[in-house]
């Protein structure tokens, strides 16, 4: 079989379209002084769009030139502490309404993604509750930002909902050690690790258990029905560029499953099976896809090595890894990365 050039591949990403970006986001960005019409139309984004939805390429795109403005590397931690209740999205509402606070992380994981969020993945055993999220894509300056914000947050609505005593058990963030440490002790109020495998913030049973001072059950019948419907229209590209952007949000070194994935987009695995069918797709080779796209995408920005990237999609050893990118792509990781960027 004739092996191809590296070069000759092209990435697949998906464009779907998102809701609004997170308005406290959009508030920290305005109180940082950052005009945010003016920003959206030099990125070339309808400056209405900004909370009536873009694209994933608008939303890059405006991402980019507000964090040029805001030239703040710790911009993150400073928005995820901006709390505004009456500025929620459905997210946020349906989280406020929760019966405890372990409750409301339970439905930001599973509604984030609504408001440009990453998904979370929470493990918990009998003394802990973690919170996991993955920014797959650090290439772009404000990837880690981006994970400060979402943890900072969660912090800061539990310490507003809950108790203000809340602290998390630990801290840790993949990004290297930056200058403003000080800063994320200051915010978490826990030990706090940098360069860890994954990104995960922990807190006690007990905190988990608080009550809420908004839980609201009624609200939350209805909130819940509302957001499981927004997660069925979100993405009018079909099925397979949701079941993408889920697993390229999960991967944070276990293989996803099909069970997983499908109660992330609200569905029964049988549904999501049929659906995927009807657009000439499985499950199987979306995720193999996807793999091969954060792979190589990885490799040429050299933001992580093989044993790393093998960990983070979900293979059992980098034997394995390989075996797959030499069948995806005809040659090594190590060669394509050369290729790549020759």
Known sequence: MA????????????EP???PL?????????????????????AHVDPSALESGMTFAEVERFIEVAWRRLDDPAFGLRAGCVLRPERYGISGL??????TFGAALQRKARYNRLVWGDSYRIR???HEFTVFT??????KPWSYSRVDMEFASLVTFGRRFASPHIAPLKAGFRRPEPSF??????????????AQPAN?????QADAQLPLISADARAAEWLEFGARAALELMDDSGVTARVRAQLERTLQGDEPTLAAVASQLCMSERTLQRRLSAEGQTFRRVLDEMRRDVAQRSLATGKRNVPELAYLLGFEDSNSFYRSFRRWTGTTPESYRRAVNE
């Open 94 to 99: 349906t989280a406020m309404a929760s019966p």
């Open 134 to 139: 993955e920014a797959p894509d650090e290439s």
């Open 17 to 19: 379209l998102v809701t």
């Open 3 to 14: 092996r191809r050039n590296p070069r000759e591949y092209h990435l697949r990403v998906p």
């Open 124 to 126: 918990r055993d009998a």
């Open 181 to 194: 440490r000080a800063l994320y002790e200051e915010v978490f109020r826990c030990p706090v690790a940098f």
């Open 200 to 204: 995960s913030l922990g807190f006690s």
């Open 22 to 42: 997170p308005r406290n986001m959009l508030d920290a960005i305005a109180d940082a002084g950052v005009d945010l019409a003016d920003t959206a139309r030099e």
